[in-house]
């Protein structure tokens, strides 16, 4: 009996120590923030930055759908890229079976080999 006794009061013991070292930066956080912290808030690393980028209008991992574009030399088509050059896939018609493959360079803006379309290249930062 005088052993369990012994053992609970080491437990609270051993309790009281842990709350004052560990939890109290925890509880002046929570007390701090009005409610349950938001994604935004409490994402950091490659998650906080691509987060910021998003906010900026940038889309850093490609997830957003792409813009339209003319195709013109005025209004080419924009493809970015993390190198200097990339293979893009013409679908020259909208109802065509077939894809005309190139590899696009990074400089002026190239056209595709079969219906004429243009196409830049435009260098794209990762945020890592
Ligand atoms: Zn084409």
Redesign the pocket.
């Known amino acids: 009996m005088a052993g369990r006794l012994l053992l609970l009061r080491a437990t609270t013991a051993a309790l009281q120590l842990r709350s004052n070292v560990a939890a109290r930066p925890l509880l002046r956080a929570v007390s701090t923030a009005k409610g349950i912290p938001t994604d935004e808030e409490q994402a950091t690393g490659l998650e906080r930055r691509a987060m910021q980028a998003l906010k900026q209008g940038k889309d850093p991992y490609s997830i957003l759908k792409p813009k339209q574009y003319a195709g013109t030399k005025e209004d080419p088509h924009i493809v970015p890229s993390i190198g200097n050059k990339r293979i893009v896939g013409?679908?020259?018609e909208e109802d065509n079976t077939a894809i005309?493959w190139f590899w696009l360079h990074e400089g002026e803006s190239q056209r595709?080999?079969?219906?004429?379309?243009h196409y830049k290249l435009v260098h794209h930062e990762l945020p890592h």
Do not use: Y
């Open positions: 013409c679908i020259c005309v595709c080999p079969s219906c004429g379309s």
